[in-house]
């Protein structure tokens, strides 16, 4: 098989593991207050239950770090993700609050390995193609989100139960992402042979510090928005309960349609501009949902959020790679815990400062956070870098473009 042919599979496989974890992810937390229900968990048992979901994760990503030089990402990944689709099914098939707890547990550990690997992967491939592709993974997960929502949504009306609701996914999904998982391209089968995963390094995580930063505060946002879009606009803007289901929806979409062509601005205008111009979009964003005097203009601010936030993150992934290219498993690994550092902060931040003072004021909390990016966005263009914009031009030679025939970049 030639480097372009097993590249493209490489990149078509990892891309459908990032749709189905989109699924996967949206038909668990849509349909919280129907587990709620199932097994019964009450109002203040039920933070403690969502909360263990992320923890577990952050242990498991740090673990992965660990596990990947000994087996790969490629085999942790093939592992973890059908793990996680069988832990869905457990959600849905028990009966007693045990089993509730166990089966999220065991979510949480899955989840942590899988969001850990995937990343690993799209950051190695994007090194081998010379150019940026990590959007359009995330633009994958994007989508599976929309469909996994869109899935639940059926499930409700139809008053399916839970598991009713995810067998059909799980049957679908699980075969399918095994299969593709025979083409994942590890980094040792892309890159050098000799590379080796040698840690970050003296002083290596505090040069990962800001990009941590960043990530925690992008995830404090989108958490904001997935948590309290529809209580603020039904409660703070006056909306009908059926508008009010609608913000998250078109976040979604717009994240969509952001991360499909952020690639092309990051070839063509380096991550750092494209970073800085979705934070000024995505701060934009909040700020007119603070003020909005009505639903309609606080369904604006929200297609702004999706528009801003959905490039931070891909390529804070993307810049933890550049900035160690010879310990990229590892940076990523640890960049990965600040994912669930921030959703587990976002939400009670904003509804604690909702409660206290008004929740038009809270927006403004992940406003000024989300405009700490700007103060790093220069890690988002490191110098010396192994790939990024200044390789994709110079990197004719050495990367395989699939998308012309490996006729180069």
């Known amino acids: 098989m030639t480097a372009d042919v097993r590249l493209r599979r490489g990149r078509g496989s990892l891309g459908f593991s990032f749709f189905v974890q989109g699924v996967t992810f949206a038909l668990l937390v849509t349909r919280i207050p129907a587990i709620q229900d199932r097994y019964g968990i009450s109002d203040g048992l039920l933070p403690a239950f969502l909360a263990a979901v992320p923890i577990l994760a952050g242990a498991s990503s740090v673990a992965t770090e660990h596990l990947v030089k000994r087996v790969g990402a490629a085999t942790v990944l093939r592992w973890a993700q059908p793990l996680v689709l069988l832990a869905l ?30 990343n690993m992967l799209g950051v190695s491939l994007q090194r081998s193609y010379g150019r940026s592709i990590m959007l359009g993974f995330h ?38 992402a095994f299969h593709g998982s025979r083409f994942y391209v590890d980094r040792q089968d892309a890159e050098d042979q000799a590379a080796t995963e040698k840690g970050l390094g003296a002083g290596g995580f505090r040069l990962l510090l800001p990009l941590c930063l960043v990530m925690a505060c992008a995830y404090i946002g989108d958490s904001t928005v997935s948590n309290w879009s529809a209580k603020y606009l039904q409660d703070v803007l006056g909306s009908s309960e059926q508008l009010a289901t609608v913000p998250y929806n078109v976040y979604m979409v717009t994240t969509l349609i952001g991360r499909a062509v952020g690639d092309l601005g990051v070839r ?76 587990l902060i976002g939400s009670p931040l904003v509804g604690g400062i909702g409660d206290a003072w008004s929740y038009r004021g809270a927006m403004l909390v992940p406003m000024a956070l989300v405009l700490v990016t700007l103060f790093q966005a220069r890690s988002f263009g490191v110098e010396g870098a192994r790939y990024g914009v200044g390789h994709e031009r110079r990197a004719g030679d050495r990367a395989v473009d699939v998308g012309r025939g490996g006729n180069g970049v």
Do not use: E, K
Request: with cysteine; proline share 3%; glycine share 16%.
């Open 268 to 343: 063509r205008f380096g991550a750092v501009a494209v970073v800085r111009i979705g934070t000024v979009v995505a701060a934009g964003g909040f700020a007119v949902v603070a003020a909005a005097p009505g639903a309609w203009t606080g369904m604006l601010g929200f297609t702004l959020l999706g528009i801003g936030l959905c490039v931070i993150v891909p390529q804070t992934f993307a810049a933890a790679g550049r900035l160690f290219p010879g310990a990229s498993d590892t940076a990523i690994a640890r960049l990965n815990i600040f994912n669930y550092v921030g959703f």
């Open 139 to 176: 633009a994958a997960y994007s989508l599976g989100g929309i469909v996994g929502a869109s899935a639940a949504w059926a499930g409700a009306h139809w008053h399916l139960s839970l598991f009713t609701s995810y067998l059909p996914a799980v049957v679908v999904l699980l075969p399918l």
């Open 89 to 118: 099914l457990g959600v849905g098939a028990g009966t007693q609050m045990w089993h509730a707890a166990l089966a999220l547990g065991a979510f949480g550990l899955s989840v942590g390995a899988l969001d850990a690997s995937m």
